[in-house]
Nanobody
């Protein structure tokens, strides 16, 4: 089992920034592709960023491209999500997720592709 613990959520004004962190334990972190998802009530959980196990490939949907940056520090078992120029529509619960991979340069963007999930952290952007 892998445990994932998110932190860094909170309340921020539109245009502001937040950095989310997700620390993993229980498995070899560097063998996992990582992702950040978000969910609002009544909607499907969507991927907002993904990074390969070795950290050299990333993915962002158009909705956050240029504003969000995913990164990882394998020595600290931690993945980050830097969120800039936040908008009210970014308000959601943000989850990190881990996918055990054989291809260390692949990114995983689908919900079903992930094996482990954190409990989530609330991000609220006020207008």
């Amino acid at each position: 089992q892998m445990q994932l613990v998110e932190s860094g959520g909170g309340l921020v004004q539109a245009g502001g920034s937040l950095r989310l962190s997700c620390t993993a334990s229980g498995r070899t972190f560097s063998s996992y592709a990582m992702g950040w998802f978000r969910q609002v009530p009544g909607k499907e959980r969507e991927c907002v960023a993904a990074i390969s196990a070795v950290g050299d490939n990333t993915y962002y949907p158009d909705s956050v491209k240029g504003r969000f940056t995913i990164s990882r520090e394998n020595a600290k078992n931690t993945v980050y999500l830097q969120m800039n120029s936040l908008k009210p529509e970014d308000t959601a619960i943000y989850y990190c997720a881990a996918d055990a991979v054989w291809d260390w340069v692949a990114v995983t963007t689908t919900l079903a592709g992930y094996d482990y999930w954190g409990q989530g952290t609330q991000v609220t952007v006020s207008s």
